[in-house]
């Protein structure tokens, strides 16, 4: 039985090595692909997120210069997109922690705006500006329980997100 020369054998450890080589390639180039389409759908997920992350809401006081009397409580709404919202609900408390009558409005242009809570049959005065509101507009930001609890929106690209009292952006079930 003979067992080949030298030079057969270095050629079969190549082959080998080759074959070695060349698996752990593929699985390097697998792995790569699959990072590249994970990174791939990170962006998109980004892009669709967008608009989304730059709306939200939280309560505010009207306070009067001079005398620092509050003179109303409401909800400022912001879209500092360059697009309108759509479909907006916002549910908040009041400063007891009762929850109020929601929110609702068709569109949102881009801006902040402040919605007055009143004891009427519509709950809330038509938004307006805050630019426009008269006296200082001052966020709630030591009372846990008077908080918006709930925000609502379709963007622009008639996706619907959600926000909840902690303001984590969700997209909204449908």
């Not at 929106?153 to 926000?163: G, I, V």
């Given at each position: 039985m003979e067992w080949g020369s030298l030079a057969d054998w270095t050629a079969v450890g190549a082959a080998a090595l080759a074959v070695v080589y060349a698996a752990g390639a593929a699985r390097d180039s697998r792995a790569l692909a699959r990072r590249e389409a994970d990174r791939d759908e990170q962006r998109a997920a980004d892009a669709e997120r967008e608009q989304a992350e730059l709306v939200t809401s939280w309560v505010s006081v009207v306070v009067e210069a001079g005398t620092g009397a509050v003179t109303s409580a409401g909800v400022v709404i912001q879209n500092a997109s360059t697009t309108p919202v759509f479909d907006v609900c916002v549910r908040a408390n009041d400063s007891k922690g009762v929850a109020r009558?929601?929110?609702r409005l068709s569109v949102v242009p881009p801006g902040e705006f402040y919605a007055a809570a009143t004891e009427s049959a519509?709950?809330?005065e038509f938004p307006e500006s805050v630019t426009g509101v008269g006296g200082t507009?001052?966020?709630v930001m030591r009372k846990p329980e008077w908080?918006?609890?709930h925000l609502a929106?379709?963007?622009?690209?008639?996706?619907?997100?959600?926000?909840d009292e902690r303001g984590t952006l969700a997209p909204a079930e449908t």
């Open positions: 009558a929601p929110l519509w709950h809330w507009l001052r966020p908080r918006v609890d929106f379709t963007d622009s690209s008639s996706r619907r997100w959600r926000r």
